[in-house]
């Protein structure tokens, strides 16, 4: 039985944390802005309609002018992205 690692159960709260917070609770107009919100590797282990969905919730704290770097590998949401930062290794 597979039961994951301390650091998948650990994940999963803030996911869906920051999926509440982009979901009109606190994005909506007139709400606080310029709030960062940085993502390390946030589709790991996600369906490819759950990326989706996050895609779009990461799209609406953008539109409420808050900050979301994003550390990531999946090549759709590096397609989403205002600007890319490549820090791949040399070669």
Request: aromatic share 2%; proline share 7%; glycine share 6%.
């Amino acid at each position: 039985m597979h039961r994951g690692s301390p650091q998948d159960r650990s994940v999963e709260p803030v996911r869906c944390s920051t999926c509440r917070v982009a979901d009109g609770h606190r994005c909506t107009a007139g709400t606080a802005r310029n709030t960062p919100y940085v993502l390390d590797e946030p589709t790991v282990g996600l369906h490819i309609a759950d990326v989706e969905m996050l895609l779009r919730v990461l799209h609406r704290l953008v539109a409420a002018e808050n900050s979301v770097p994003v550390i990531e590998r999946n090549l759709d949401v590096i397609a989403e992205t205002d600007r890319v930062v490549d820090l791949g290794p040399a070669t």
